[in-house]
């Protein structure tokens, strides 16, 4: 089936059923960034296989509503498809409501699947289009009556963290909530983020690629805790343990006869954001919902100090690949054919030698010149490129590992650079610099990190089109909540033990991309009259390449961070390296 023939089979039942629109959003009934392959529906529609996106249908137009990280691949995947790119002014905003309410007749009637609508985005939907005097229908599923040999919900086994990696355990995490729950008045919770989830019960699972999670649900009642989840994943002894911790297990289909057996008169906290709107309705109506953060997220945001600890020894294995991957690129650039994929598929090799590596947190973006500009861009048989001692070639990459999460994105020159990519370098990475030592008071949120980094470039009226950073999570989602670096003007302050990343970028389309990612721990600094305030540590160890720098743009206080920096990184590192491998790194690691 083409996916014209997939359009023209969604539209078939619109009009059966009188649904003037149809939204299929990037989602699963946890409301995942990624995606189990049977939740993959923008992909099987529409042939886009971008991690954020919306896909509005009616019976004359079908587009795909997404932001700039994804508008070059979007224009290229949805050739053919039926689908229109529709660019976002705003990453995530649901500004195809205004659309929908713009071209749609008072009395028309919009549809969704409530399983992969968000509680938050459903009632704005409902709202909004109200107004317009525009109905929805919320229990529409257009795609199972077309989508032949849907994969099955994954049945890859789960398994449980030893409290030396977790540093917490369950009895203890379940207790905190009960104690935050307190403030609401709710003797319910419940929880269908599958990071969350991980976190409270210390399980982790291969349900989702890169993120080490299993698909479950978790509720909360006035006198146990239950986890849904189907019983095969876990081994006796897992089970066990479970059990022994208070968590009463119960089958993974079974969450929406428990949520309609909740007393009339119960007081229930939901997570707007990472609930799906078919469970909230799932519960009888006389109940009180509360709507707001699941206490698991921020209690998994600040992390203890065995993560802390563990994330160190981590980031020292994840600079021992690298460190061996960079130099056996330089060695063999020019040499053999190189190109975007095999370079991607050799720095795995060298990552998966590292003891605790379990697999990578994300797909490597390796792009080579004007692939570089592409922030989000992963290589393909048709587009992948040779490399060639010239250029700048950008590789964002991460590992999952027992003890702790990476993500870093290096630039490095492969030779013959011209001025006007070594002063972005230059600027870019003294944004970089700004935002990793930026000190601030007690209560900053993340508009202002990402203020501080991007200065360096507004003073040359550059910019870039992303976030400055994102929260990682332990051995968990890459990217990870509540806080973020990014111009929204979210009201989560930054604390002590956070693990974030700082990467400011520099696209020009068609020619090269920069961008240069540590992370970084929120620590306390110090208190005086004026208050307390707190700064960063920087977690990760690896060299950033000097060749490229324009001294003059830098002041002082840049250039002795960036050497002592990579003096750092060569003291971490070397016990661990052969005498070449310690050699190449001191070489590369030398002061400017």
Known sequence: ????????????????????????????????????????????????????????????????????RYFVQADEQLKGSGFELVKLQAQAMPEYINWLISVLPEGAAVGFDATLISVQLAQLLETELSFASIGIKSDRDYLSEIWESRPDLPANKAFLLDLSITGKPTTQKISEIREALKKYRAAYHLVSSLDDIAWIFNI????????????????????????????????????????????????YQEITAA???IPADATILIDPKKNCYALMQA???????????????????????????????????????????????????????????????????????QEGFV????????????????????????????LHPEGLFLLDSGGQYRKGTTD??????????????????????????????????????????????????????????????????????VHEGPQIFNPSNLPIEIEPGMITSVEPGLYRPGRYGIRIENLVLAVKDQINEFGEFYTFETLTVFLIDTAPVVRELLE???????????QWVVEKLSPHLTEDERSWLEEKARAI
């Open 556 to 566: 002082p206080s840049h250039i002795n961070w960036l050497n002592q920096y990579n």
């Open 283 to 353: 519960l009888p109506q006389s109940v009180k919902v509360v709507l707001d953060t699941n206490p698991s997220t921020r209690f998994k945001a600040v992390k203890n100090e065995t993560e802390v600890s563990n994330t160190r020894e981590t980031m020292i294995k994840d600079g021992v690949a690298l460190t061996r991957f960079f130099k056996w690129l330089e060695e063999n650039i020019g040499k053999e054919r190189l190109t975007e994929i095999s370079v991607a598929e050799q720095l795995y090799k060298f990552r998966a030698e």
């Open 408 to 477: 870093i994105t290096r630039v490095v020159s492969l030779g013959k650079l011209t001025a006007e990519e070594s002063r972005d370098y230059t600027l870019v990475l003294r944004g970089m610099i700004e935002g990793s030592t930026a000190r601030f008071p007690k209560g900053s949120k993340g508009y202002q990190i990402d203020a501080i980094t991007r200065k360096p470039m507004w003073d040359h009226a550059l910019n870039y089109g992303h976030g400055t950073g994102h929260g990682v999570g332990y051995f968990l989602n």
């Open 359 to 386: 697999g990578e947190s994300f797909d490597t973006i390796a792009g080579y010149r004007e692939h570089g500009a592409l922030p989000h861009y992963k290589a393909t048989p048709q587009s992948d490129v040779e």
């Open 204 to 251: 982790r699972g291969t349900d989702v690629k890169c993120n080490p999670v299993v698909l479950a649900f978790a509720l909360f009642t006035p006198d146990a805790v239950s986890l849904f989840i189907e019983p095969n994943k876990l081994e006796a002894g897992d089970r066990e343990e479970l059990q022994k911790a208070g968590v009463q297990l119960r089958g």
């Open 1 to 68: 089936m083409t996916y014209p023939d997939k359009l023209a089979g969604i539209r078939r039942q619109m009009k059966k059923d009188g649904v003037d629109a149809y939204i299929i959003p990037s989602a699963d009934p946890h409301i995942s960034e990624y995606l189990p392959d049977r939740y993959k529906c923008i992909a099987f529609t529409s042939g886009f296989s971008g991690s954020a996106g919306t896909l509005v249908i009616t019976q004359d137009f079908a587009g795909l509503w997404t932001d700039a």
């Open 259 to 261: 949520l309609n057996a």
